[in-house]
């Protein structure tokens, strides 16, 4: 089942969408402000964006930037009020790949984003691994700033990666309980309250290319 992200603040358009795309199979994480966003896009790793640009903590062009700065490749398809060419052309520049104005048609809509699940699934098989410009916190970072274990480290990086206790617990040969203990004790010397927190933590670092 694809997973979408619809990133949206107004109410009525969020739901409206989450509907539609819920009742076509899609599974929906739904964020209202950029912050959120850019959590839940680590944390639940989408296979498509769907992204408002007039967001009330920060411009939606800022998460797309922000998405791309992290080495993340998955489609976005920005939604906005905003039909000036202008925007459009930023909103390509900065690594969008459709954008559709508002109001819109719902069959449009989904049959665009049926086209960049498309072509995000083939792409994804043609390239994988995927070269991920992807700026972390490194491992001494971890140690020094956090005082966390080589094993937290580890665990750490694969709750970044969006892999639940139950994938993390299989891929190191540990039990589930292990895994959810560890978890405990890192959220603690990260300070982080979430997973999704510590996936924004490990992606802290600048960037430095833009
Ligand atoms: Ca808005």
Redesign the pocket.
Do not use: K
């Given at each position: 089942m694809a997973r979408i992200l619809v990133v949206?603040?107004?109410r009525e358009i969020a739901e409206a969408l989450q509907d539609s795309l819920e009742s076509e199979g899609y599974e929906v994480a739904l964020a209202t402000k950029a912050a959120h966003a850019l959590a839940l896009a680590t944390s639940h790793r989408p296979d498509v964006v769907v992204l408002?640009?007039?967001?009330p903590d920060r411009d939606g062009y800022e998460v797309l930037r922000e998405l791309r700065n992290r080495g993340s490749a998955v489609p976005v398809l920005i939604l906005s009020a905003r039909r000036e060419e202008a925007d459009k052309l930023q909103g390509f520049r900065l690594g969008a790949d459709d954008y559709v104005t508002k109001p819109f048609s719902r069959p449009e809509l989904l049959a665009r984003l049926a086209a960049l699940l498309r072509r995000g699934a083939a792409s994804a098989a043609a390239s994988a691994p995927v070269a991920r410009e992807v700026k972390q916190l490194s491992d001494e970072a971890l140690r020094d700033r956090y005082g966390l274990t080589p094993r937290q480290i580890t665990i750490a990086r694969l709750v970044a990666d969006g892999q639940t206790n139950q994938e993390i617990a299989e891929k190191l040969g540990i039990s589930f309980f292990t895994v959810r203990n560890i978890i405990v004790q890192l959220l603690g010397r990260l300070g982080a309250p979430s997973r999704a927190a510590v996936g924004a933590l490990l992606f802290a670092e600048p960037n430095g290319d833009d």
């Open positions: 949206e603040d107004t408002d640009l007039g967001l």
